[in-house]
């Protein structure tokens, strides 16, 4: 049996093409993803969250949409707890994954969004929904779990940006209780 055409060859240079946040630097952006061009940027701000089962709590929030030049927007969020004097207290929620325009035969992009994301507590959603303008409103189509995860069922969240910021809403079904408020925040840009 031959051995496989990798096996010797030589080793491969760094990953060669360029995602990211800012819109003066990289690839162009796909025509598709002009609708969502406000939301490409690094962001940061703070929210305060809650839901029936927990105390309310604040928070502060990083979250990065870049772009690599094809029709997807790459979606990160790292967020932390703040005490009262807005210190760090911990990390808290995480999230990645992708926002997909839906698109027209001649690749012009819908007004529906499809997105996909992961957080490290197990669980996964998918969401559809639709751009209108620069809001964004989505809703889980199917949340998938560990069997270690909390149980989350169902999920539903604003985008809009607003005098230049980012703000959102986020509404969970979880651990019995029917969709209700989890978070909500406002993020200001601080890259792209
Ligand atoms: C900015 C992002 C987020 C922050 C700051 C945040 C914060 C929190 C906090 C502080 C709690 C209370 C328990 C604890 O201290 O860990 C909590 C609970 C929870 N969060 Fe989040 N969260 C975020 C995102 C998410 C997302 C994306 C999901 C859904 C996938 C989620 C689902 C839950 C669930 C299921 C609980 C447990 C509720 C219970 O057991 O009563 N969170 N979150």
Not at 100 to 125: C, K, Q, W, Y
């Amino acid at each position: 049996m031959q051995p496989p055409p990798w096996l010797n060859a030589p080793p491969v240079d760094p990953y060669p093409y360029e995602e990211t946040y800012d819109l003066r630097k990289g690839p162009d952006l796909h025509p598709a993803l002009l609708g969502l061009l406000p939301y490409v940027g690094l962001w940061r701000g703070r929210g305060r969250g809650g839901f029936p089962t927990i105390e309310d709590f604040d928070y502060a929030q990083e979250i990065r949409i870049s772009h690599d030049g094809r029709p997807f927007l790459h979606y990160e969020s790292r967020s932390w707890l703040l005490d009262e004097q807005s210190q760090p207290i911990r990390p808290a929620g995480r999230e990645v994954g992708w926002w997909r325009p839906v698109l027209n035969d001649d690749g012009s992009a819908t007004d529906e969004l499809e997105v996909m994301l992961a957080v490290p507590t197990g669980i996964m959603e998918l969401h559809l929904g639709k751009v209108t303008g620069t809001r964004v409103e989505i809703v889980t189509d199917a949340v998938l779990r560990t069997s270690t995860a909390k149980e989350v069922t169902a999920g539903h969240r604003l985008y809009g940006i607003v005098e230049g910021a980012l703000l959102y809403a986020q509404d969970m079904a979880a651990v019995g209780h029917p969709l209700s408020p989890h978070l909500s925040a406002r993020l200001i840009r601080v890259g792209g």
